[in-house]
């Protein structure tokens, strides 16, 4: 089970740091992703960091201003985000993928397995 919290309502250039706490004691064997779903639009993939936490990878559009990152002693992924624009409104989302693909940091939501249930960030311009 993942929670995602930490959203809000920011100002252009604000910064905000999302955090997904999983349940769980394998938390630590699996990758752990982000996504973001704006109004209308389709879910999109935004960041991933491996089990272990040394390989991430990003989105182009929040390249140099988002941060993945996790703690496996906490069971938790964290998603620093700096230099916010208003584009970035939408609901984020934490996911784990597949047992069968445990290692998957794709933009495939299929491969996924579990959803946190969303946390909401607002960017006014």
């Known amino acids: 089970q993942l929670q995602a919290s930490g959203g809000g309502l920011v100002q252009a250039g604000d910064s905000l740091r999302l955090t997904c706490a999983a349940s769980?004691?394998?938390?630590?064997?699996?990758?752990v992703v982000w996504f973001r779903q704006a109004p209308g639009k389709e879910r999109e993939f935004i960041a991933g960091?491996?089990?272990?936490?040394?390989?991430?990878n990003y989105a182009d559009s929040v390249k140099g201003r988002f941060t993945i990152s996790r703690d496996n002693a906490k069971s938790t992924s964290y998603l620093q985000m700096n230099s916010l624009k208003p584009e970035d409104t939408a609901v984020y989302f934490c996911?784990?993928?597949?047992?069968?693909?445990?290692?998957?940091?794709?933009?495939?939501?299929?491969?996924?397995?579990?959803w946190g249930q969303g946390t909401l960030v607002t960017v006014s311009s």
């Open positions: 996911a784990v993928p597949h047992p069968a693909s445990h290692y998957y940091t794709g933009p495939d939501v299929s491969e996924y397995r579990w």
């Open positions: 769980g004691r394998t938390f630590n064997n699996y990758a």
């Open positions: 960091v491996s089990a272990k936490g040394r390989i991430t």
